[in-house]
């Protein structure tokens, strides 16, 4: 065993495979590991009766006598019980930032494509500016401050979005960042002000739908679309009920044509959704395939589904004085159902609500042909009230 200079440590040979240890003869713990293609000075030794590796720097960074100074130091520490490594994680946990743990945790968490979508959406606008903050700075009277911000900006229900994921994003980086001895970033998540101090908004639930007299003047901006894309959405929206993201993401490959139904594969409570199409919904999809080179049933810009509606919706509502959201057409779809005394376990079905604490319906196959006789008189009724039921005739 040789004393680590630099000639002898020029000289030793790469293994073919695993790693090789020299340990220098003259300073008990500081060594060498070579692996396939690296040297790298080592400093090895027992911390509270653990072993305790710390990688010092490669070597032609490092020179052996730079590499044993070192050394000297971390074996001085760790002999009064300090372990290198805890330190470096906890001096790596006090300068993260809240875009490296946004970054970590949209790489480790199994998230559907949408929620991805929110999160990130959510992410680059309600806290473009924080995204260089040190994840201990984040306080909580400047949580509180900015959620009364976005409150007054974008709205309540906008803002309780938006301090949830935060919530999350910070719980995450308490977990990912702790280190071996089970020290957190923080005691309390900094979004627990707001319980705290009662500040969450109450967001009433939205009832708002498009009502019957407001049918005819509806259909016919939308009608008046001149694109074509956004004008086949909305109606496919209102005579399905699907959520908008739902709709907007449906693929050409879950649309059966010939058996008439449409299958959307990424739902909220993650279970595949079927429904049947009623006669004018058939024709509607039939003509669009007839034109359609994309795989996305409406596709967007850059061969991708159609990601925003806003300045469309802004269309109809002007040329029909109507004002309504994505959701609203499926509130009208489910309130019209019920207006045609359709059983609340089809409409159920219809709108892809779990029935899971439904005991008569754990006895009930689903059939999608009597769905459809449901879907034929709730596409006929919405027709009928939009005055164009005579044309489909």
């Known amino acids: 065993m040789k004393k680590l200079t630099k000639s002898y440590v020029d000289k030793l040979p790469f293994p073919e495979k695993g790693q090789v240890f020299y340990r220098d003869p003259e300073l008990k713990g500081f060594a060498l590991r070579v692996t396939k293609g690296s ?32 050394a000297k130091k971390l074996l001085a ?13 906890q001096e790596r946990a006090q300068t993260v930032t809240l875009q490296q743990v946004f970054n970590q945790f949209m790489r480790e968490r199994q998230l559907k494509p949408h929620t991805r979508y929110d999160y ?9 500016t924080w995204h260089h903050k040190q994840v201990i700075d984040i306080k909580k009277p400047m949580v509180a401050s900015h ?38 970033l923080f005691n309390d998540n900094p979004v627990s002000v707001l319980s705290d101090k009662r500040q969450w908004r109450t967001v009433a639930r939205r009832n708002r739908l498009i009502k019957v007299h407001e049918l005819p003047a509806w259909w016919s901006a ?3 679309l001149s694109n074509a894309t956004h004008r086949d959405y909305f ?29 959307v594969t990424e ?15 058939q024709s509607l999809l039939e003509s669009r395939l007839e034109t359609s080179n994309s795989e996305w049933v409406f596709e967007g810009r850059k061969n991708k589904p159609i990601v925003e509606s806003r300045h469309q919706i802004q269309l109809v509502q002007s040329a029909s004085g109507v004002e309504f959201s994505c959701h609203d057409l499926r509130r009208t779809f489910a309130t019209i159902a019920e207006n045609l005394d359709i059983s609340q376990f089809t409409i159920k079905r219809l709108l892809n609500h779990s029935v899971s604490q439904d005991v008569t319906a754990g006895y009930i196959i689903k059939d999608i042909e009597r769905m459809r006789v449901a879907m034929q008189g709730i596409t006929e009724s919405i027709l009928e009230k939009t005055q164009v039921y005579v044309e489909v005739k």
């Not at 990130?120 to 473009?128: D, G, Y």
């Not at 496919?236 to 059966?256: C, I, Y």
Request: charged share 25%; with cysteine; glycine share 6%.
């Open 222 to 224: 939308v009608q008046d």
């Open 39 to 70: 040297k790298t000075y080592i400093v090895e030794t027992s911390v509270r009766g653990k072993t305790c590796r710390v990688t010092i720097g490669k070597h032609r960074i490092f020179s052996p006598d730079q590499a044993r100074t070192q």
């Open 77 to 89: 520490d760790m002999a009064m019980g300090i372990n290198p490594n805890l330190q470096k994680q």
């Open 120 to 128: 990130t959406n959510c992410f680059e606008s309600a806290f473009k």
């Open 267 to 281: 739902t909220k409570n993650s279970h595949p959704h079927t429904l049947p199409l009623s006669d004018y919904l």
């Open 235 to 263: 109606v496919l929206l209102l005579l399905t009920g699907l959520r908008k993201r739902e709709a907007a993401t449906l693929n050409w490959k879950n649309v059966d044509l010939k058996a008439g139904t449409l299958t």
């Open 147 to 184: 959620y009364e911000k976005l409150c007054a900006g974008r709205g309540d229900a906008y803002a309780n979005l938006c301090m949830r994921f935060l919530r999350s994003l910070l719980n995450f980086a308490n977990v990912a960042y702790e280190d071996n001895e089970g020290n957190r």
